[in-house]
């Protein structure tokens, strides 16, 4: 039972990634080909309100299923470590794009081109990844036999493209919704060429995955066939909502729709493949971690899920509604000009800066942590450590002495409170006023 409460959460994992990194995975992609600066400016600073959010899915995925379904994990990591390395470049390098266009007070063209270009080779490795693993890695009793370019197969280069359909159709959807003006049609007009493309794409991964995987689809079971059969009916109705939604009120439809889609799209292929986790025959309960793992990881990933999902909303909460730019004033390229001058609208208790006599200002000194404080934050870390490495061992030397719901709800309970009384006193020093940074 617990393995299979573990790949729920795998695919759990997973589909909120494609769900939510998907669309500004498609907004950087579509940055590439508008030509616009001033827009190009406005879905850079759309997307740095969520991606990261967005991003923890697929690193609550990988943990899941390393610890989870070790045998998946062991098997798949080898095949695909090429385009799987060459992601991990890209994730950063758009990050990197991303922050520091932020940050600018202009268009830069140089850090607009690396959002957009990280973003088609990130989204061109996933494909390659899901394609290879759909393809059947090459192996024997769970172990990977094949060569470095195992995954690269005409399959894989087919999932790769149509991923790239996906995700630009998601963010065509995801612009219609929170933009307005010459963005919000360009998005509006751009959304049914890329669902025909899509559909094009879909159909042929679809039939052509009955060539491409070899393991037999059992379909004359009913129950399969009768899932998979509603899971493509929901897709092809998420996606006739979206057709007509393009280009009409309200706006938030298509959006909607095509995040609709791509779950029931995920459904349907774990319809036809389950309880096969990696073709051709490496099956869930052969790739499952044992029963005392599985429970620390369902209990485990169970209360760091209802964080993560709070944090995502939040964001989305605070960030909703069209986004709308003001005038954004020159950064201070210097420390001394970022505190020459005290704004008269400022009230006196922000802690950014002191004024002195002759009404300069001073850069703002935080009085020192006693020894005492720092010595008992820097105990009470060692033991948490200490108490996360005994259990650790007890998990994985075969024993349970520690392994129990209220040890682990008295552990991330304990860390949780460490990060939020950092985060409190990062934010009393003001670390977090960053200049260039604030959203209008």
């Known amino acids: 039972m617990p393995e299979y409460l573990t790949y729920a959460l795998v695919l759990l994992s997973l589909g909120a990634y ?35 959010a967005n991003e923890s899915w697929i690193i609550l995925a990988g943990v899941t299923l390393w610890a989870g379904l070790p045998g998946a994990y062991a098997t798949v990591l080898p095949g695909v470590y090429p385009p799987l390395i060459a992601m991990l470049f890209a994730v950063i390098l758009r990050g990197m794009g991303l922050e520091f266009q932020s940050a600018s007070a202009t268009y830069r063209r140089g850090w607009g081109l690396l959002f957009g270009g990280a973003s088609l080779a990130v989204t061109l490795c996933q494909g390659l990844v899901i394609g290879a693993v759909l393809s059947g890695l090459p192996q024997q009793d769970g172990h990977f036999t094949g060569d470095a370019l195992a995954w690269l197969t005409p399959y894989s280069v087919l999932c790769a493209l149509g991923l790239v359909c996906v995700y630009l159709l998601a963010g065509a959807a995801w612009l219609q919704d929170k933009t307005e003006g010459t963005a919000h049609a360009w998005a509006g ?93 490496l099956t869930l309960h052969e790739a499952s971690s044992p029963h005392g793992s599985q429970v620390f990881l369902v209990v485990g990933v169970g209360l760091c899920m209802p964080f993560v999902l709070a944090y995502n909303i939040y964001a989305w909460w605070v960030f909703r509604g069209k986004f709308r730019e003001a005038g954004r004033p020159v950064p201070p390229t210097t420390a001394l000009a970022e505190t020459s001058a005290v704004p008269s609208d400022v009230p006196s208790d922000v802690p950014s800066a002191d004024v002195s006599a002759d009404g300069t200002a001073e850069p703002f000194a935080p009085r020192p942590e006693s020894r005492v404080v720092v010595l008992v934050r820097r105990t009470l870390l060692t033991l948490l450590g200490i108490l996360l490495a005994a259990v650790s061992q007890d998990i994985f030397g075969g024993e349970s002495t520690w392994v129990d719901p209220l040890g682990i709800a ?9 990060w939020i009384l950092g985060d409190r006193r990062d934010g009393r020093l003001g670390e977090y006023d960053l200049p260039g940074g604030e959203r209008p």
Do not use: K
Not at 197 to 219: R, S, Y
Not at 410 to 418: D, K, Q, W
């Open 410 to 418: 008295l552990l991330s309970g304990t860390a949780l409170v460490a």
């Open 18 to 52: 494609v769900v939510l990194d998907g669309y500004d995975l498609g907004v950087g992609m579509l940055s590439l080909v508008d030509r616009d600066a001033r827009r190009r400016r406005e879905y850079n600073e759309l997307i740095a309100t969520a991606w990261d």
């Open 189 to 281: 007009r751009l959304g049914r060429p890329l669902l025909g493309a899509t559909v094009v794409a879909a159909l042929i991964l679809g039939f052509g995955l009955e060539v491409a995987d070899p393991q037999h689809f059992h379909f004359e079971q009913p129950l399969r066939a009768t899932l998979f059969g509603l899971a493509v009916a929901a897709a092809a109705a998420c996606s006739a909502v979206a057709w007509y939604g393009f280009g009409r009120r309200p706006d938030w439809r298509p959006f909607a729709a095509v995040l609709g889609a791509e779950a029931a799209g995920l459904l349907a292929l774990v319809a036809a493949t389950a309880p096969v986790v990696v073709p051709p025959s």
